[in-house]
């Protein structure tokens, strides 16, 4: 069982629900990712996904553009994100840490070297937003070896095909992205969410976090009232940019802190 898994698996014995923070690898600060990683983690994190910069990142809004930016003139790239993953397993062996980005800069390190370096650092699942399921079963299946899970993507765009194609190669979870659109746009519709949750479930026999539009506690209980976990980026990312070096893992502790407390005090957590 993967370490995603074991955790998702703690969790629901629990009666609790999965805190997925998101943060751009070297930004604000290319020395601070590790830091706020481990803050996080420590204020209650259950998963970390990673962002591997990119300098044309189509499924981000302009806060997390421009992260990638700042992270990209800084020298931030695949190389300094898995240095910036065995930092953290140097402290932390127990939180799952995911990376999160696009094909280009796998492609550029080379698929095979990308996973086989990503296991010895310490990488427990890989989201390639541009990697349909259908299209990369052989990559998926090269991370099932590696012990790594494949995370993917579903819309609500996203057909009945589209779900059982996520459904039959993925694992670890399956990221369900609730608005159209680009990260931080749009105002969440948890009744939206509430309806299409089940239907996907009817495809994916595994945890379903949500993620987009979801800036604060209130959103995030929301959200997690019917699903599995919940996903926030663009809301840590925005807050995190105006820290100063000193406070931003601070910062970012802080905030996951809110959002876990709010998520355990849902009826039904066993504490």
Same mark, same amino acid.
């Given at each position: ?7 998702f ?20 600060y290319?020395d ?7 803050a ?11 962002g591997?910069p990119?300098?044309?990142p189509m499924? @981000? ?10 992270a ?10 898995l240095?910036y ?15 999160m980005?696009y ?8 698929? @095979? ?12 699942g890989?989201?390639?937003v ?10 998926a ?8 899970d ?14 059982k194609?996520?459904g039959?190669?993925a ?8 608005l159209?659109g680009?990260?931080g746009a749009?105002?969440?519709d ?10 996907i ?7 379903v976090?949500?993620?987009f ?6 959103t ?5 009232a019917?699903?599995d976990a ?12 105006v820290?100063s ?6 910062a970012?502790?802080?905030f ?10 849902l ?5």
């Open positions: 069982m993967s370490r995603i898994a074991e955790v698996e703690a969790l629901a014995a629990k009666g609790r629900k999965a805190l997925i923070p998101y943060v751009t690898a070297g930004d604000p290319a601070a990712t590790v830091d706020i990683m481990l996080m983690a420590e204020a209650g994190a259950d998963v970390i996904e990673l591997v990119f300098s044309d499924a @981000d809004g302009p806060v997390i553009q421009r992260a990638a930016e700042r990209l003139a800084k020298g931030i790239g695949m190389s300094q994100v240095d993953v065995r930092g953290f397993r140097a402290k932390n062996d127990a939180t799952p840490i995911v990376l980005g094909a280009n800069p796998v492609e550029r390190y080379g698929i @095979d070297h990308f996973v086989a370096d990503a296991k010895v650092a310490g990488v427990d890989v989201l390639v541009d990697y349909p399921p259908e299209e990369c079963e052989g990559f299946a090269t991370l099932r070896e590696a012990g790594l494949p995370i993917f993507l579903l819309a609500p765009t996203s057909t009945e095909r589209r779900m194609d996520v039959r190669v694992s670890g979870y399956v990221y369900y992205v609730s159209k680009v990260t749009g105002h969440l948890t009744g939206a969410v509430a309806e299409m949750i089940p239907r479930k009817q495809h994916v026999k595994m945890p976090g949500v993620g539009g979801i800036r604060d506690a209130q995030a209980k929301a959200v997690v019917v699903s919940v996903v926030i980026g663009t809301a840590i990312v925005q807050l995190l940019e820290q070096r000193d406070n931003v893992a601070k970012g502790g802080l996951i802190s809110d959002i876990r407390t709010a998520l355990d005090s009826e039904g957590t066993k504490k």
